[in-house]
């Protein structure tokens, strides 16, 4: 499946139907909202420079608030999701690629983070926040999950070039070169 997937993806790529990386998006949701790392950015191109740094601080504590309650909340096994809904958490791809990368070495409660963003009416996952759990996966060695998780972005047509390198990185590391 990886192998069809890939070539299916360097077909849309020589045949222009795809121009970049950053037009396979859901819900059409690029650029401004990632920087070239990968990482989201909280303000936009509008306001004075105290405005923008006042969004970041918010977002950022946005970030923070999420965070705690999923750490704490998963570590003593409460409903964690329970607990976000009531939260009123507006989900958004920045925000669940930057908690995501808080979590970058526990697949646990990441995961359990990624699946209840997934649920949340008016967002659905796009290929960033998949790369971003797919890491997760990958650096954690859970291979079947991540596997699973790729498929998953191949069934809803978002993968992207680094969808394909993250397995191929993740089993080499892990001495699967049968599998990469």
């Known amino acids: 499946k990886f192998s069809t997937l890939l070539e299916e993806e360097v077909y849309k790529r020589n045949g222009d139907e795809v121009a970049n990386d950053t037009d396979i998006f859901v819900d059409g949701d690029v650029g401004d909202d990632y920087n070239d790392d990968g990482r989201g950015s909280a303000g936009g191109d509008s306001g004075s420079d105290s405005e923008k740094s006042r969004e970041r601080e918010i977002y950022a504590k946005e970030v923070d608030r999420v965070y705690k309650v999923v750490n704490e909340l998963f570590a003593s ?74 498929e998953e972005m191949g069934k809803n047509s978002v993968t992207t070039m680094e969808t394909f390198i993250i397995p191929t990185k993740a089993f080499a590391a892990g001495r699967e070169m049968k599998k990469a």
């Open 77 to 150: 096994d409460r409903n964690m999701e329970a607990v976000l809904n009531q939260c009123n958490v507006k989900v958004s791809h920045v925000l669940v690629v930057d908690v995501l990368n808080r979590f970058r070495h526990a697949w646990k409660p990441a995961s359990r983070f990624f699946y209840w963003a997934g649920q949340q009416p008016g967002f659905s996952h796009d290929s960033q926040t998949y790369n971003a759990m797919m890491n997760i996966l990958g650096n954690t060695r859970q291979f079947e999950s991540m596997v699973a998780t790729f």
